[in-house]
């Protein structure tokens, strides 16, 4: 009777829907889903949307339909500056071997971004709530860095993503996906190398997620069973997401740009199941519950089915295992619809998860009221019941129901690794560094009671080495972890010169290999004219600043030492030493020396638009732009920041003000006059002294206090050299009434007052974003705090001011955007439609319209 109701009924109709499925899935794939057109399919557009093709020197398109940046163009987003290309590499060989993986984002390991020290990645959000964050890594081969033994740590702010991570075998891409809850408006991206080792990354994605992508709550499988509440709490890590049933779902298949695999090799007696499909826009998605976001059509129309069902062997479960890390839990989600049963509530089933009831007698057509209609439900497996380190999923014929047919379906599984206590989603250290011991308590007492006493011990062991090794973590661990500091590869001299040749200019004086060179006293004569009191482009403490220009044409700021200066030439050739390993970007770099006849002199870099304080007051050059001036603000911080972390000892400049900021010749920022106080004594008086004298307007007031200087008191300075730079003024006025002489005074009563506007510079005021001067007002005013332990870092200053230049970008790109709207009126709507975002945003800080065209501009 069974037998005869498969045969007749049931069998025509799926063969024949095989076959045109496999056709339509196709046609799918490359037409209706691509584009979005099909009815069922929901428009989604997500608030942020960073796609960056790490290392590589062009947008890659891929063909998907998506663009991703290459960093330099993302470079805001960056923090270290310091960082290495890998060669483009071919991976034709991997591509072919894996099936698993879609093409499309192949091209996404084809170059790679090296991180010799900790390097961190900082993306505005404008949009918080549940980010997908996807990571792609492939170890390139590189002349100078085996990827395959690169050791390194992947966090956010609050999440370990990758502990001790490496890719050893390079016949293999690894990509990970993650699911992440950003409560803030900027989320940070840290690759930490290992003690010794580096990192590396092929490609970053981080895309809003839709909220209803997940809700606050499963059904927990294991005890206490009945509902998991709390999921918004945990970030998630993506294990499996599998198509069951049918073929790999590329991103493009997929609204939220997500992959379905196939379920091959994860059934356990694949014999035993039957793939069925239809055509996916029979599909017929729900009033509430499952949406295509929550998994497309091409996932409800492909699913197994018992091979023997409707025969009289109902006695067997489908199973699909997979394994995983058994020290954390799991959310596992199931998605069914009912594509076999020819009429309504002719299928029930159950469904255990690790052996346990999920669902008893399963009724879809009752959920659903209808056939082909998604439905889905998400489970959470406890750690404790993950006993053989793998998750396993069954759906079984129910017996209770003997009228039923016995059959059972799934169509898409997805099993979702859930962050443990330790805020982690690899290992049980947290982004502080500290080590969560979580084998305490019961599960202390189920390991001993499985193992017995011996594997207690054990774990004891390994635990305390555990702690030695942790207490002999790489120095400056915990540093890794503030929000404030990033890192620079100070110490690695060879990768700062690996970057430092890529900056042009200087490449001629950098060819030999050295850092700082030796000039003979006779070269310097001769490109001074003789130390010619016309060639004088300044006088500091340490004596006068000549223009030299070298043979080659390289012009250089010659510093010559007082030959009366009681300083010995040892600790002059010790200074250099010192000076020669500061390089960075925006700080002045020494160039070379000259030791010989008893001379001290120091070659700098020439630059050539001179100190900051010419482009603001005093003189005739054309005011610089707001962007500008953030530009240029950004810059200095940056070399300050650098200065203060990027050595062990940290240096303070003790001189932080705007003419010790000085500009290239495309007004590139570049701190000057720093260090040379700090390992020479009997220079440091002269130089301290000058400071005091020339720099009055711009002292820490806690110094005077407590006669010690701390990098808090350059971040005291730089805030008077930001609103100077805002203000157009001295830091110092005596001609001015007395309660304006003092720049730093006076503005913070007029910012007080609300009145901050009244003393910009007049000839940008009218060209400031307003959000862009609140940021940046705001991070001057804290940088001019009372005690340094309220004043921010500099690297949390420059994170203030990055911010203050994309809202100075957003709302530029906002007006420019309603021009050309205006003169254009049929462009198209659905990204200018400043409404649709207004309404989306209510939870972002500034939640204004201009938002909408930071995303457009960050490449949606
Ligand atoms: C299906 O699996 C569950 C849980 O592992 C088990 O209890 C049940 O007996 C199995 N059913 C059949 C028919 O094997």
């Not at 099936?99 to 790679?112: D, K, N, R």
């Not at 010192?578 to 002199?601: N, P």
Request: charged share 15%; proline share 5%.
């Amino acid at each position: 009777m069974a037998e005869q109701k498969h045969g007749v009924s049931r069998s025509p109709p799926v063969s024949s829907f095989i076959f045109i499925c496999l056709l339509s899935v196709f046609i799918n794939l490359d037409v209706a889903v691509g584009d979005g057109s099909s009815p069922s399919m929901v428009q989604y557009t997500p608030a942020d949307n960073y796609l960056i093709n790490c290392g590589s020197p062009d947008s890659t398109f891929l063909d998907d339909g998506r663009t991703f940046k290459s960093d330099p163009q993302s470079a805001s987003f960056l923090s270290t500056e310091e960082n290495i290309l890998a060669s483009v590499d071919s991976i034709s060989n991997i591509i072919s071997s894996s099936s698993s993986f879609p093409s499309s984002s192949f091209p996404l390991y084809t170059s790679a971004r090296i991180f010799s020290g900790v390097s961190m990645y900082r993306f505005l959000i404008f949009r918080p709530g549940r980010h997908l964050l996807r990571l792609y890594f492939y170890p390139l081969a590189h002349p100078s860095y085996n990827l395959t033994r690169a050791f390194f740590t992947v966090k956010t702010d609050s999440i370990v993503l990758l502990h001790d991570f490496s890719v050893k075998d390079n016949t293999r891409l690894v990509f990970k996906e993650y699911l992440l809850n950003v409560t803030s408006d900027k989320i940070s991206l840290t690759f930490a190398p290992m003690r010794n080792s580096f990192a590396f990354v092929n490609a970053i994605e981080l895309v809003s997620a839709p909220d209803a992508l997940f809700s606050d709550s499963a059904s927990a499988v294991s005890s206490p069973v009945g509902v998991f509440s709390g999921l918004s709490n945990y970030a998630f890590e993506v294990s499996y997401r599998v198509n069951v049933g049918g073929p790999i779902i590329p991103p493009k298949g997929d609204i939220l740009w997500r992959t379905w695999q196939p379920d091959d090799r994860l059934m356990t007696f694949p014999q035993g199941a039957k793939n069925v499909s239809v055509p996916p826009d029979i599909i017929n998605y729900p009033e509430g519950g499952a949406t295509p976001l929550i998994a497309p059509n091409l996932v409800y129309s492909t699913a197994s089915e018992m091979a023997d069902s409707g025969t009289a062997n109902p006695n067997f479960n489908l199973t699909w295992t997979m394994s995983v890390d058994p020290s954390f839990s799991y959310l596992i989600r199931l998605h069914f619809c009912d594509i076999v049963s020819v009429s309504l509530n002719d299928l029930y089933f159950n469904v255990y998860v690790n052996g346990m009831m999920g669902v008893s007698s399963l009724d879809l057509s009752t959920l659903t009221s209808g056939l082909a209609v998604p439905y889905y439900k998400d489970f959470v497996l406890n750690a404790s019941a993950i006993s053989n380190g793998s998750v396993m999923v069954q759906v079984g014929p129910s017996s209770g129901i003997p009228s039923s047919l016995p059959n059972a379906i799934l169509n898409g599984l997805e099993v979702i690794k859930m962050s443990n206590s330790a805020g982690s989603l690899d290992g049980l250290f947290s982004v502080s560094g500290t080590h969560q011991n979580t084998l305490s308590g019961s599960r202390m007492m189920k390991i001993a009671e499985a193992f017995g006493l011996v594997m207690g011990i054990a774990t004891i062991l390994l635990l305390v080495m555990a702690i030695i090794r942790w207490h002999r973590r790489p120095q400056g661990w915990e540093k890794q972890g503030s929000f404030s500091s990033w890192l620079l590869p100070f110490n690695s001299s060879h990768c700062s010169f690996m970057s430092s040749k890529s900056k042009s200019s200087y490449s001629s004086v950098f060819s030999s290999g050295l850092f700082s060179r030796f000039f003979s006293f006779n070269e310097l004569r001769e490109a001074t004219k003789n130390f010619d009191e016309n060639a004088v482009v300044g006088v500091g403490g340490f004596g006068k600043v000549y223009l030299g220009e070298l043979e080659d044409g390289t012009k250089l700021a010659i510093k010559r030492g007082n030959a009366s200066s009681s300083q010995g030439i040892n600790e002059f050739q010790t200074e250099i030493q010192f000076l020669s390993k500061l390089r960075h970007r925006h700080l002045v770099s020494l160039i070379g020396y000259c030791d010989e006849q008893s001379e001290m002199i120091l070659a700098y870099e020439y630059m050539a638009n001179g100190p900051l304080r010419d482009h603001l007051y005093g003189s005739t050059l054309p005011p610089l732009s707001w962007r500008q001036r953030l530009d240029i603000c950004i810059g200095a911080a940056r070399g300050l920041h650098y200065l203060h972390t990027g050595s062990a000892q940290g240096i303070i400049h003790r001189d932080v003000k705007t003419t010790n900021i000085l500009l290239d010749e495309n007004l590139l920022a570049k701190v000057s006059d720093f260090g040379l106080s700090k390992a020479a004594p009997s220079l440091d008086q002269t130089h301290v002294s000058t400071a005091v004298k020339g720099s009055f307007g711009y002292l820490d007031p806690e110094y005077f206090r407590r006669q010690q200087l701390t990098e808090k008191s350059d971040v005291y300075s730089f805030g008077v050299v930001l609103f100077e730079v805002l203000c157009a003024r001295p830091a110092l006025d005596p001609k001015m009434p007395r309660e304006k002489v003092n720049l730093a005074e006076w503005a913070m009563q007029q910012h007080r007052k609300g009145l901050i506007n009244e003393i910009i510079d007049p000839s940008i005021v009218g060209s400031i974003g307003s959000e862009s001067l609140m940021k940046y007002v705001e991070a001057a005013e804290k940088c001019l705090a009372e005690y340094g332990v309220d004043r921010p870092s500099m690297g949390d200053v420059l994170w203030n001011l990055e911010y203050a230049l994309q809202l100075q970008e957003a709302s530029s790109q906002l007006n420019f955007h309603e021009d050309t709207v205006m003169e254009q009126p049929n462009k198209p709507k659905t990204k200018g439609d400043p409404n649709v975002v207004v309404s989306d945003d209510s939870g972002v800080v500034n939640g204004s319209p201009l938002f909408l065209k930071v995303g457009d501009f960050q490449g949606r």
